[in-house]
């Protein structure tokens, strides 16, 4: 019997002026594939997915942040888990690095075609104040322009 390995990711929702009021919250455009992303990634042997969004926000960005909340938890179809939380902006300065181009503040309804369908699904439910957080299954690969 083989056993079934998963991948862990971690992104954070990042709200322009630290404010969910606008709705808008931060994408990164990414330099080693065609994406524009919530900025985050994979979980390294012996982290946290808390302390994974913190280290991927701080090499992505240059920004510093702490986890407000857990938002979601995410199964998706080829073998990844994926946690997504509430981030709060605490220093640090927005700059590019190797794996960012650009950055942008988006609302969830307008949110670049080159950005995944999931990523946008995690923002609605964060924007939705939920008490706790959820946890769905969602389709690996599926871009905004992708839903029709």
Known sequence: MSKQKFVLGAF?????????????????RLSYVDLWSLPGGAVELGETPPEAVIREIKEETGLDAEVRRLVSVDTKSNAEVVFCFECEVTGGQLRTSEETLEFGYFAADDFPAESPESQRQRVITALKKLPGPIFRRQEAG???SQTD
Not at 12 to 28: H, T
């Open 142 to 144: 599926r871009h905004v």
């Open 12 to 28: 954070g929702i990042i709200y322009r002026n630290n404010s969910d009021e606008s709705g808008e919250v931060l994408l990164c």
